[in-house]
């Protein structure tokens, strides 16, 4: 069996580890309201008022309590420094930043809600454990030490203390998952079968694999939440991460797993307008919002496949990268110069023993790889090398800030036909699924049963 899934609401902890990329949360204080002249009048109150103590009262008034454990303001402010890290703290309006911190709020109270249930379970996570991880991500996304994330978490408008207990909450939900789901969990062999047997006979026909971001509404709410998904799909075109988005703010199943619908065919969206829009898009774009039943989609085309065939974008490439820096200081029309130089002499080279040559000639350098497979370019390369024959080189590609370059083509190895997943394979993607939906039911649980006092 893969590992076992996170649960699809709240935000999980992988997106927030990738968000932590750079920069200060910007914290913003609201304006109290001016008290009515002469409203205190008659409490011959001082008017220099020194408060005496720490003044923090957010520490100090919960924003929710469940089964009797507090969530204070102060815990959602630091999950909100991580997040808003994530988007580089991009501007946020002040409708934005409410709706986030109701989402984090809603992340927190699940969080608590795990950490309870293994707790009533005599399980408690121990804090070698959570220490053990917080090292291991230390030092592994952000190559600091334990002291030095200490410090960038605070910098970043958030606590060392809120990412221990966001592990908290994922250590007990996995410890949940695997003692009380994934034991009782069934595939048969017979269904494992029959599923071969459907992708065998759907060889040849084109799967999709999808990521989704579906924001619910209500005929009151239709309007704001369609501004909302729109603002989602720009900040995703201006550079952000489709999983990430989805991870916080989608309201799918499929949220936990960053959107991830996994390989489908079209008529498995159910909607004819989906199934439409879909069809026309090209790995890597991106569309939406769309207006469904319920709510709006955003829809993501990670890629395509033809069932059981092979695809050219599997291919291993030999290459040869023919690249041509210009100093910030030389002038704009040498730069251009030079790069009508490097355009002439990409068109003179016919193989790949004439590149070091001709380089050399130029000033320019040569850098080969002999295994980089075509889906691993950027889309617009994708298309110029499945075109190329061995020995041509790609147009010159770049701008004069950052140099011009070509790759030429040296040699390909055309990727075999595959059967498509093996058994084994199809067994654990089913048991996943499974333990999947299970826990969506068991999360569902546990908020119905619990008693949560919102301040």
């Not at 969530?71 to 808003?84: A, M």
């Not at 946020?92 to 709020?105: A, G, I, K, N, V």
């Not at 809603?106 to 991880?133: G, N």
Request: proline share 5%; hydrophobic share 40%.
């Amino acid at each position: 069996m893969t590992g076992l899934t996170r649960k699809a609401a709240g935000i999980g902890l992988a997106a927030l580890l990738a968000a932590l990329a750079a920069g200060a949360a910007a914290q913003q204080q609201q304006q109290q309201p001016a008290a009515p002249v002469g409203a205190a009048d008659s409490l011959n109150l001082p008017p220099d008022v020194k408060i005496l103590g720490k003044n923090d009262l957010s520490r100090r008034k919960a924003t929710a309590i469940v089964n009797g454990t507090l969530i204070t303001g102060t815990d959602v402010e630091q999950r909100l420094g991580l997040v808003r890290a994530a988007a580089n703290n991009a501007e946020m309006s002040p409708e934005q930043l409410q709706q986030l911190r109701m989402t984090l709020l809603r992340a927190i109270i699940d969080e608590t809600l795990e950490i309870q249930e293994a707790k009533a379970l005599k399980h408690e996570v121990s804090r070698d454990e959570i220490d053990q991880s917080y090292a291991k991500i230390a030092a592994e996304k952000f190559n600091m030490t334990k002291d030095e994330l200490d410090k960038y978490l605070v910098k970043s408008g958030s606590s060392p203390e809120s990412l221990r207990r966001q592990i908290e909450g994922e250590l007990a939900w996995d410890w949940l998952l695997r003692n009380n789901i994934a034991p009782f969990v069934n595939v048969s062999e017979g269904e494992v079968t029959e599923l071969y047997q459907r992708l065998q006979a759907a060889k040849g026909s084109t799967e999709y694999r999808i990521a989704e971001i579906f924001l619910s509404d209500t005929p009151a709410t239709r309007d704001a939440v369609m501004q909302n998904a729109k603002r989602i799909v720009d900040q995703i075109r201006d550079n952000g991460n489709v999983a990430q988005y989805a991870r916080q703010f989608s309201e799918a199943s499929t949220a936990a797993v960053g959107g991830d619908l996994g390989w489908i065919k079209l008529e498995q969206l159910q909607n004819p307008q989906l199934e439409q829009v879909a069809s026309e898009l090209n790995p890597g774009q991106l569309v939406g919002p769309i207006e469904v039943p319920g709510g709006f989609d955003i829809l993501y085309l990670v890629d395509k496949r033809q069932v059981g065939m092979a695809d050219p974008r599997d291919s291993i490439l030999s290459l040869k990268q023919v690249s041509l820096d210009f100093p910030a200081t030389m002038p704009e029309a040498d730069a251009k110069a030079k790069a009508i130089v490097f355009q002439d002499a990409v068109k003179e080279m016919h193989g790949c023993g004439e590149v070091e040559p001709i380089a050399a000639r130029i000033g320019a350098q040569v850098v080969q790889n002999d295994q980089v497979r075509v889906r691993d370019l950027p889309d617009a390369l994708q298309t110029l090398m499945l075109q190329l024959n061995v020995g041509q080189a790609t147009p010159p590609f770049g701008s004069l800030k950052e140099g011009v370059r070509t790759l030429v083509l040296c040699g390909r190895e055309d990727p075999q036909a595959t059967n498509g997943p093996s058994t084994d394979q199809l067994m654990a993607q089913l048991e996943d699924d499974r333990i999947q939906k299970r826990a969506q039911r068991y999360l569902r649980d546990l908020r119905r049963d619990a008693v949560i006092e919102y301040n």
